[in-house]
């Protein structure tokens, strides 16, 4: 993820917290904090609550969802991800084809993760 800063404000720090389904991998929602040069780091523990809030006010049920914390940097742009339920990590999981041809069509919420 990029970020363009003005004047001589920077990033100082990127923090991504998921929220992913721990049957299949599908991850339900992403949530990114960006700490400007100046401000406070945000602990763990907050970025997982706000993580839950915002999920919660999207209409997630998060009761059977589980958090996890992945480096920012390692999500590129225009690839889907799933997390691996027993390593706990991302891996990059392949588009259906049929979705890569509508236009604007969004990425299938589930994708099942073999184990």
């Known amino acids: 993820m ?3 800063s003005t004047g001589r404000t920077q990033v100082r720090s990127v923090k ?4 992913f389904d721990p049957s ?3 991850i339900h929602h992403v949530h990114r904090v960006v700490t400007i040069e100046g401000a406070d780091d945000t602990p763990e523990q907050l ?3 706000r993580t839950l809030q915002l999920a919660k006010e999207l209409g997630l049920e998060v009761a ?3 958090l996890l914390h992945v480096d920012p940097h390692s999500i590129e742009p225009n690839k889907q991800y799933a997390v691996d339920p027993s390593r706990r990590c991302l891996v990059a999981v392949e ?3 049929e979705e890569e041809k509508t236009p604007g069509a969004r990425p299938p919420q589930r994708s099942k ?3």
Do not use: K, N, T
């Open 16 to 19: 991504c917290c998921v929220l």
């Open 47 to 49: 970025i997982e609550q």
């Open 24 to 26: 299949d991998g599908a």
């Open 113 to 115: 993760y073999g184990s």
């Open 64 to 66: 059977r969802l589980q």
């Open 2 to 4: 990029e970020f363009l």
């Open 95 to 97: 588009r259906p084809i």
